[in-house]
């Protein structure tokens, strides 16, 4: 008995010296709130890339005309803040390849990649999979609403799964993946 639970044991650390510890997998980000204007995008550096958008009443409705242009309507990445503000906030990874972060777009921004009449009401482009996510990460699916010329079901942009806020700001469990 007391042989296999040492086998058991020196196996499980074995194979726990194989993988990233947690700390490398997850670190707390902390993101002030205060100072965001409505419809104010930015990426926070640091031990993560999160997006932080602030997000104002001309990108709810953009979002509203976009909703039969997405994969998955859902909008997961709400976040109301203790001062009333509202946010969307997600990992600025894209969810076909991690590694790739995605870029911001904005509605009044040119598009390059685009010669026809296609509408484009900002958001966020994939470059490595070619794909553009709008500004509460769902992933868009109609040709004639994104920025680029390819579309590819694959899951909205990641949500954050813990988020606590306290007089130091947002505090984010980001996970590397």
Not at 14 to 29: C, D, H, M, N, Y
Not at 49 to 54: E, N, S
Not at 114 to 122: E, F, L, P, Q
């Amino acid at each position: 008995m007391f042989l296999l639970i040492g086998i058991t044991l020196v196996i499980s650390i074995f194979i726990g010296s194989l993988s990233p510890s947690a700390r490398e997998k997850a670190q707390i980000v902390k993101i002030s709130l205060l100072d965001y204007e409505p419809g104010e995008v930015r990426l926070v550096r640091g031990d993560g890339l999160i997006y932080v958008i602030a997000y104002s009443d001309e990108m709810l409705r953009d979002l509203e005309k976009l909703s039969p242009h997405v994969w998955n309507a859902k909008v997961s990445t709400t976040y109301k803040s203790k001062n009333g503000r509202s946010f969307f906030i997600f990992n600025g990874r894209g969810t076909i390849d991690p590694g790739c972060l995605v870029k911001h777009y904005p509605k009044t921004q040119p598009n390059t990649y685009r010669g026809d009449n296609a509408v484009w009401y900002g958001g966020f482009l994939d470059p490595c999979r070619d794909v553009s996510y709008d500004y509460a990460g769902r992933l868009i699916k109609s040709i004639s609403h994104s920025y680029i010329n390819f579309t590819k079901e694959a899951p909205n942009m990641p949500q954050i799964t813990y988020m606590r806020e306290d007089e130091e700001g947002l505090h984010v469990l980001y996970v590397k993946r």
